[in-house]
């Protein structure tokens, strides 16, 4: 029996149609700028968001990373989200190998960083003090997206502050589809975005980093530093094109089925749904029955997200279909909380 995998919309299969365009893809040396598939790839993203350039990197952690390490220096500070995934779940790694401070903001339940907040955390120009030099946001951030008053406010505050401004948006084109407005409009105001092909989009692999050509340069310099010189990677650059060609309305799907499951979870006595936006639903269950939700679900055929968020998430993607959620609202109906 085939899984219901709804841990993450990371475990998406290539289509048929994306192995074909893979296949025929023409590919060069990227690390010597001649991959015609990756420059087609990084050109087209970077017009259709509105930057002057663009990089298409292995992951979204690196793509973050080089965005940090091209904003900051070492001795300098990055404010960011206690819960975002650019602080909690990337290793640390701007810390470890920029040797950039983080200075964590608690979230409101929408994710947005209280803007007086991020103020009060900037620090004064005084030897005592790291070099407050960038504010990274994240949309969707567990599925939510931030508001674009808030995020016309934090671009207000950075200029005013002379701090750069970079968004996290792995999951930007959902949010799109969310706002009902282009892409280009959720990446506007900041001075750079990483967007990752990996995720719900459906690509087996890749990241891109937008920004101006100054810091897509330091960037990419930065890339081959962390061993991120990938050779022929045309054939993962088809793959993105095609993930934007064809994958990016269906988005609308997901997010109704997550809205449909959410729903059909509403009505089982004893679970509780605490969020469903964009393709995230979160589930509260005790503590105490989570090890035999996690086995009967297993049975049953459906893998989930359990323990390491505070609650049960489930992500709707690709390969999950209007049958799949309804087998797992019914597996999920005959467990006993
Ligand atoms: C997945 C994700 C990343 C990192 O992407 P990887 O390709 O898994 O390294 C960064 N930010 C957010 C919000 C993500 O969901």
């Not at 209280?114 to 946001?137: G, M, N, Q, T, Y």
């Not at 340069?217 to 045309?234: D, L």
Request: include cysteine; charge should be negative.
């Amino acid at each position: 029996m085939a899984m219901i995998d709804l841990r993450s919309d990371t475990v998406t299969q290539p289509t048929e149609a994306m192995r074909e365009a893979m296949l025929r893809a023409p590919v060069g040396d990227d690390v010597y700028g001649e991959d015609p598939t990756v420059n087609a790839l990084q050109e087209r993203l970077a017009g259709e968001l509105g930057f002057a350039a663009a990089l298409f990197v292995p992951t979204g952690t690196q793509s973050n990373l080089l965005a940090l390490m091209s904003h900051c220096e070492r001795g300098d500070e990055y404010i960011v989200g206690a819960d975002a995934h650019t602080y909690r779940f990337e290793g640390g790694g701007a810390a470890v190998l920029g040797s950039i401070q983080p200075q964590p903001i608690p979230q409101d339940a929408d994710g947005s960083l209280p803007l007086d907040k991020v103020e009060a955390a900037i620090k004064p120009i005084d030897p005592h003090f790291a070099r407050s030099r960038l504010l990274a946001l994240e949309n969707t951030w567990h599925g939510r997206t931030l508001e674009f008053g808030y995020m016309a406010q934090a671009r207000e505050l950075a200029t005013r502050r002379g701090l750069g401004l970079h968004l996290d948006g792995a999951r930007l084109y959902n949010a799109a589809i969310a706002y009902g407005r282009p892409a280009r409009d959720v990446a506007a105001g900041f001075d750079s975005v990483s967007v990752c092909l990996s995720k719900g989009l459906g690509a087996p692999v890749g990241s891109v980093l937008l920004g101006n050509a100054a810091l897509i340069e330091r960037a990419r310099r930065w890339k081959k530093v962390t061993g991120g010189g990938w050779r022929q990677a045309g054939m993962l650059a088809a793959a993105a094109m095609h993930a934007l060609d064809h994958h990016v309305e269906r988005l609308a799907d997901d997010h109704a089925r997550a809205g449909r499951l959410a729903d059909g979870l509403r009505r089982i006595e004893g679970l509780k749904v605490t969020a469903c936006h964009t393709n995230m639903v979160f589930l509260d269950v005790p503590a105490a029955r989570l090890k035999d939700l996690a086995a009967h679900m297993t049975n049953a055929g459906v893998r989930l997200s359990i323990g390491y968020l505070p609650s049960v998430r489930l992500v709707t993607h690709l390969d999950i279909d209007d049958a799949a959620i309804e087998q797992t609202i019914a597996a999920f109906g005959s467990f006993a909380y």
